[in-house]
């Protein structure tokens, strides 16, 4: 049973940068995809990034292209968001995610277990 933890989230005003955490423990395939989404309320939950455990593709939403970038630590068994330029409309709680990788890594509807999330708040 693979289990997801995320950490990083906190406020900061409009410009700055925050870094996320994600960490897994349990069994994770070797093609294995992981991701970053966000949700505000009332909206659906969006696909911000997603990177298969090789490292490669790697895949970005057009809002966060430029800006955000995922990246993976294995032998920490850790995946992260390095968020720069941050806007007001990157406010969100943003979930860490994953699936065995049958699909390309971008097929965000395939992702089956999730971390809790953590919240991210930019002010203007």
């Known amino acids: 049973q693979v289990q997801l933890a995320e950490s990083g989230g906190g406020s900061v005003q409009a410009g700055g940068s925050l870094k996320l955490s994600c960490g897994a423990s349990?069994?994770?395939?070797?093609?294995?995809?992981m991701a970053w989404f966000r949700q505000v309320p009332g909206k659906e939950r969006e696909g911000v990034a997603s990177?298969?455990?090789?490292?490669?593709?790697?895949y970005y939403a057009d809002s966060v292209k430029g800006r955000f970038t995922i990246s993976q630590d294995n032998a920490k068994n850790t995946l992260y968001l390095q968020m720069n330029n941050l806007k007001p409309e990157d406010t969100a709680m943003y979930y860490c995610?994953?699936?065995?990788?049958?699909?390309?890594?971008?097929?965000?509807?395939?992702?089956?277990?999730w971390g809790q999330g953590t919240r991210v708040t930019v002010s203007s």
């Open positions: 995610a994953t699936f065995p990788g049958w699909w390309a890594c971008d097929s965000w509807s395939s992702y089956n277990v």
């Open positions: 349990g069994v994770i395939s070797s093609r294995a995809c």
């Open positions: 990177i298969r455990i090789g490292g490669t593709p790697k």
